[in-house]
Nanobody, 118 residues
Framework: QVQLVESGGGLVQAGGSLRLSCSAS????????MGWYRQAPGKQRELVAYITSGGSTHYADPVTGRFTISRDNAKNTLYLQMNSLKPEDTAVYYCVAKYGVAPGWDSWGQGTRVTVSA
């Protein structure tokens, strides 16, 4: 089992930046891919970005060019650098990890709230 704890959310003005962190604990040696999801008020949860154990990355179209996902395996920490934030980026951001063989993500964090004011 892997436990995930996000931090770094908050209130920021449009055009500003935030960096989210996700600290993993437990059987971290088994983690393959990690990622970030977000859920805006009244909307479905959506994938923001993910990064594989080999460092390959994928971004959702709305954040491409503005967000950067990275991971520090030595620190068991995942990051999401968010630049040029827009009010539509307002959401609760969740960290996820994949380490099992079944489809889907195996662990979810509790979420950290990001609010972008106009």
């Amino acid at each position: 089992q892997v436990q995930l704890v996000e931090s770094g959310g908050g209130l920021v003005q449009a055009g500003g930046s935030l960096r989210l962190s996700c600290s993993a604990s437990g059987s971290t040696f088994s983690i393959n891919t990690m990622g970030w999801y977000r859920q805006a008020p009244g909307k479905q949860r959506e994938l923001v970005a993910y990064i594989t154990s080999g460092g390959s990355t994928h971004y959702a179209d709305p954040v491409t060019g503005r967000f950067t996902i990275s991971r520090d395996n030595a620190k068991n920490t995942l990051y999401l650098q968010m630049n040029s934030l827009k009010p539509e980026d307002t959401a609760v951001y969740y960290c996820v990890a994949k380490y099992g063989v079944a489809p889907g993500w195996d662990s979810w964090g509790q979420g950290t709230r990001v609010t972008v004011s106009a």
